[in-house]
Every structure is written in structure tokens, then in C-alpha cells.
Nanobody, 128 residues
Framework: QIQLVESGGGLVQAGNSLRPSCAAS????????MAWFRQAPGKEREFVAA????????YYSDSVKGRFTITRDTTKNTMYLQMNSLKPEDTAVYYC?????????????????????WGRGTQVTVSS
């Protein structure tokens, strides 16, 4: 059974950095893409960033572009999210997601319904 486990969240002051990671285990195979989503209290889950597993093409939401960087280590089956210049509005539970199905449209990678596998999330809290 495939499992995605996030780690590396925490409490930081605004302007600082965090680097959560997502490790895949179980019967793993070549992903098409992995992604980060987040959900703040009282809000809907929103897309943060995604990365194509083989090509390493990346996709970012406008709210994090230029501050966050998504990467992956194919040898460790692990994905990372380097979060710099954090703001209080970045406070949320961050979820890792993955899909092994190739999509015909780049737009698909921004949608949560694209991803079959999900982690349980890691809390990121940014204080002002």
C-alpha cells in the first residue's frame, strides 16, 4: 500500500523559512507528478505547487511564486518544498499528493482531483 508522509512543518516567524518534505513508501513506482496543497482554517484546500517526476517541470500558484521552490529526489522517492519569506497568510496544513497517471493538460496539475494519493498533512504556522 502506497503511503505519503509529510514532515518538516512547524512554527516560524514571518520572513523565515521552512522546508517540509514528503516521503513515499510502500509499493511505489514512477510517479507522473507530485504536488503540495494547503488548507487554512475555514478555507478550502488550495494548490501550492507541483512537479513532474521525470522532467522536473514545475507549477506554482501565484501566491507562492518566487518564494517557494518545489523539488524532488527520485532516488529517495521524496519531494520537498522550500518555503522562504514566509507570511502569516501561509499558515495552513500542508498536504502532499501524488498521481501516477499522465495528464494531457498542464492545467490538470493545479487541481486536487488529479491526485489519487494523499498524505495526512503537516502544520505550518507563521507568526507575525
Amino acid at each position: 500500500q502506497i503511503q505519503l508522509v509529510e514532515s518538516g512543518g512547524g512554527l516560524v516567524q514571518a520572513g523565515n523559512s521552512l522546508r517540509p518534505s514528503c516521503a513515499a513508501s510502500g509499493h511505489t513506482f514512477n510517479w507522473d507528478a507530485m504536488a503540495w496543497f494547503r488548507q487554512a482554517p475555514g478555507k478550502e484546500r488550495e494548490f501550492v505547487a507541483a512537479i513532474r517526476w521525470i522532467s522536473a517541470w514545475t507549477y506554482y500558484s501565484d501566491s507562492v511564486k518566487g518564494r517557494f521552490t518545489i523539488t524532488r529526489d527520485t532516488t529517495k522517492n521524496t519531494m520537498y518544498l522550500q518555503m522562504n519569506s514566509l507570511k502569516p497568510e501561509d499558515t495552513a496544513v500542508y498536504y502532499c499528493a501524488a498521481t501516477n497517471q499522465v495528464r494531457s493538460s498542464n492545467g490538470a496539475y493545479y487541481r486536487d482531483v488529479t491526485y489519487e494519493y494523499w498524505g495526512r498533512g503537516t502544520q505550518v504556522t507563521v507568526s507575525s
